[in-house]
């Protein structure tokens, strides 16, 4: 059964960095496309980032690109989010997706999610 668990969320100030996990299981990892999801408070799931197999090529939404970094280690099943420069915004709760073999945009499972608060 195909499993995305989340961690690395937490208390952060504006301008601090942090660094998300995505932990998977029951499928082959290597073999897919991933995305990066947030939801803030009040506000729809807004993509943000998305990464094809071996790592091939990374992908950002305007409002984080500079500041975010995709990564994934299929040796880990294992995908990343740094995180730098984090404004009030950011607060949300994070998810990662899986996609195709072909595309970080068509998703078919996610994980529950883990939380990032912005704050002073």
């Known amino acids: 059964q195909v499993q995305l668990v989340e961690s690395g969320g937490g208390l952060v100030q504006p301008g601090g960095s942090l660094r998300l996990s995505c932990a998977a299981s029951g499928f082959t990892f290597s073999n897919v496309a991933l995305s990066w999801l947030r939801q803030g408070p009040g506000k729809g799931l807004e993509w943000i980032s998305g990464?094809?197999?071996?790592?091939?090529?990374?992908y950002y939404a305007d409002s984080v690109k500079g500041r975010f970094t995709i990564s994934r280690d299929d040796a880990k099943n294992t995908m990343y989010l740094q995180m730098s420069s984090l404004k009030p915004e950011g607060a949300a709760v994070y998810h990662c997706g899986r996609g195709s073999e072909a595309t970080w945009a068509l998703l078919d499972s996610w994980g529950q999610g883990t939380q990032v608060t912005v704050s002073s």
């Open positions: 990464i094809l197999t071996g790592s091939a090529s990374t």
